[in-house]
């Protein structure tokens, strides 16, 4: 799917963008284009990467017309850029609206005018049944991408949207692991806000797994969850205080707009989820849209396969959790 395309990036120079940007340059790709804000990081890729492949933009995808210019002769997008800092974005929810809906809107704009192919949004488990602004503006990004096929459904756009919704990604800036073992370095205790807190998490390498190969199952309009196991902090804590002597850990108060437990799927989204084995995918109702081919097509791929058989909410603290040697084994790669 990837070979002899032009592909762009935007936030491309964040940790999952130059992910991206690590293993799309494994295929044969004929361009691909890093769009981000912060020109000292696009410095630093552009020395670290070294390839003739790669075109770096400055821009913000607030601005419709620079977004409109870096989608031009564009064949696949992969949305990466938001606001993600939680606490942050509860004091500042204007500009988090401003990047992570009205951005995404300009995004999609772009998008069908250049006749992009395929644009992959990158959410996240907080979408689910949001408690925070920044899950809010997720949310309302995959709502844009969903609906977006009925808006442009004749045969004059081709642009087809699609959402990789996951949990949180394991060492990436600011989640708890480099947090807890930052801590440790600086012989402080381990701070947790819960005892009985869970979370979700993949790899890395397990998310550009699931990312890249969503993108090439999909048709347009679906919502994809990976299949994963979750973790108990306390698990996470024990299982690294083992591999490396600290002092301890200390219980503080839940940070703003944090959840207890995550949730991938809402109770609410279960009746219109596919099991396709090793993911789900959501379809939701408004995507079927008699008088479209494209609603027809889609319910066609996916009307034989198996639905969610459950009543409950896919979350962090019903699924399976990781055992401590599983996460001793995760964890020794990062310190």
Do not use: W
Not at 155 to 174: C, D, L, P
Request: charged letters at 30%.
């Amino acid at each position: 799917m990837f070979e002899d395309k032009n592909i762009l990036i935007t936030g491309g120079t964040g940790s999952l963008g130059q992910a991206l940007t690590k293993r799309l340059l494994e295929y044969d790709v004929k361009t691909l284009r890093i769009f981000s804000r912060n020109e000292k990081l696009q410095v630093d890729m552009k020395t670290n990467f070294d390839d003739p492949r790669l075109r770096f933009l400055i821009g913000d995808i607030r601005d419709e017309h620079r977004l409109s210019r870096a989608t031009e002769d564009i064949d696949i997008v992969f949305h990466a850029a938001a606001l993600k800092h939680v606490p942050l974005i509860e004091h500042n929810p204007s500009e988090a609206i401003l990047t992570n809906v009205d951005g995404s809107n300009n995004l999609l704009n772009s998008c069908v005018k250049n006749n992009v192919e395929k644009v992959v949004g990158i959410s996240t488990d907080k979408a689910v049944s949001p408690l925070n602004t920044y899950g809010a503006t997720k949310l309302l990004m995959e709502k844009l991408f969903v609906s977006a096929i009925n808006e442009y459904s004749s045969k004059k756009y081709k642009t087809r949207f699609v959402i990789t919704r996951y949990g949180n990604v394991v060492a990436s800036s600011g989640s708890v692991i480099p947090t807890f073992i930052e801590q440790i370095k600086n012989k402080q205790k381990i701070t947790i806000t819960d005892p009985e807190m869970t979370r979700f998490s993949l790899t890395m390498n397990e998310v550009m797994d699931f990312i890249l190969s969503s993108a090439e199952k999909s048709i347009g309009s679906e919502v994809f969850i990976p299949k994963m196991k979750a973790y108990n902090i306390m698990d996470l804590k024990d299982a690294l205080l083992e591999l490396i002597d600290n002092p301890g850990y200390e219980i503080i108060n839940v940070r703003v707009g944090e959840k207890l437990h995550e949730s991938l799927i809402s109770k609410y989204e279960i009746p219109y989820t596919k099991d396709l084995g090793d993911r789900f995918a959501i379809l939701f109702p408004q995507i079927f849209n008699e008088r479209s081919e494209y609603s027809k097509e889609i319910y066609k791929k996916y009307e034989n396969e198996k639905s969610l058989d459950s009543d409950n909410e896919y979350s962090s603290e019903c699924a399976e959790l990781m055992s401590k040697d599983e996460l001793k084994i995760m964890l020794s790669q990062y310190i």
